[in-house]
C-alpha cells in the first residue's frame, strides 16, 4: 500500500518549457488536490477534483492545467513554465471531498521545481 | 479574506518542555479545524481534527487541541515535548469547500 505517490521528486525548467507532474493513488479516494508550497507559506490549493470526471479551480491556478485521468490518478501540468513557479507541489486525496469539511487528505512526498 | 494565523514560524525548546503552538482563524460560523505535521523526510500527516462535539480533541503522539470558537482559536498542545517531535506543524481551516493553511511553525527539540 504506497499511499499517495508523485513523480518526479525534482525537476529543474528553463523559462517557456512544459512539464506533467504525476500522482497516483492506492486508497480508492474518491478526491484528489494539487498544492504549491513557497517558502514561508503554507499550502496553496491550485486545483482539487471532487470525484472522477470533475474539477476546479483553487486559490491559485493561473498556468496551470489538470488531468483527472482515472479514479487513480490526477496531472498538474505547466504548460509554459515561469520562475513564479518554482515551488515544492503537492498531491493529495481524500475519501469524502472538500464538501465534506472534516475529510482528512493524505499527501505525497513531493515535488521540488526549479524554473529558470 | 479568510485567514490562518499561526503565531510562531520557529520554536526551539529542550525535551521535556511544554508546548503550545497557537492557531488562530478568521472563518465566521461552522468551521473544521485540523494539525497536519510534517516529520523530517516524511509525509505531511494528520495530527487530529475538530468538526463537532467535544472541543478539546486528542490526537496522535500525546498531542491534544482546544477549539475557542469565542477567540477563533485552535491551539496545539502537548505537556512534555521529545525530540522526534521535531517537525512542521500546520493549522488548517476548511468550511464551504475552501481549505486555507497557516504558514506553518518550525518546531525544533534540543536533546
Known amino acids: 500500500n504506497a499511499g499517495v505517490t508523485q513523480t518526479p521528486k525534482f525537476q529543474v525548467l528553463k523559462t517557456g518549457q512544459s512539464m506533467t507532474l504525476q500522482c497516483a493513488q492506492d486508497m480508492n479516494h474518491n478526491s484528489m488536490y494539487w498544492y504549491r508550497q513557497d517558502p514561508g507559506m503554507g499550502l496553496r490549493l491550485i486545483y482539487y477534483?471532487?470525484?472522477?470526471?470533475?474539477?476546479d479551480k483553487g486559490e491559485v491556478p493561473n498556468g496551470y492545467n489538470v488531468s483527472r485521468l482515472n479514479k487513480r490518478e490526477f496531472s498538474l501540468r505547466l504548460e509554459s513554465a515561469a520562475p513564479s513557479q518554482t515551488s515544492v507541489y503537492f498531491c493529495?486525496?481524500?475519501?469524502?471531498?472538500?464538501?465534506?469539511?472534516?475529510?482528512?487528505?493524505?499527501f505525497g512526498p513531493g515535488t521540488r521545481l526549479t524554473v529558470l | 479574506a479568510q485567514s490562518v494565523s499561526q503565531h510562531n514560524h520557529h520554536v526551539i525548546l529542550s525535551e521535556a518542555a511544554s508546548l503550545e503552538l497557537g492557531c488562530n482563524y478568521s472563518?465566521?460560523?461552522?468551521?473544521?479545524l485540523f494539525w497536519y505535521v510534517q516529520y523530517p523526510g516524511q509525509h505531511l500527516q494528520l495530527l487530529l481534527k475538530y468538526f463537532s462535539g467535544d472541543p478539546l480533541v486528542k490526537g496522535i503522539k500525546g498531542f491534544e487541541a482546544e477549539f475557542i470558537k469565542s477567540k477563533f482559536s485552535f491551539n496545539l498542545r502537548k505537556p512534555s515535548v521529545q525530540w522526534s517531535d521535531t517537525a512542521e506543524y500546520f493549522c488548517v481551516a476548511n468550511r464551504d469547500d475552501k481549505i486555507i493553511f497557516g504558514k506553518g511553525t518550525r518546531l525544533h527539540i534540543l536533546p
Open positions: 472563518y465566521g460560523g461552522t468551521v473544521n
Open positions: 493529495a486525496s481524500s475519501e469524502l471531498g472538500l464538501a465534506r469539511g472534516w475529510d482528512t487528505q493524505y
Open positions: 477534483s471532487a470525484s472522477e470526471g470533475t474539477t
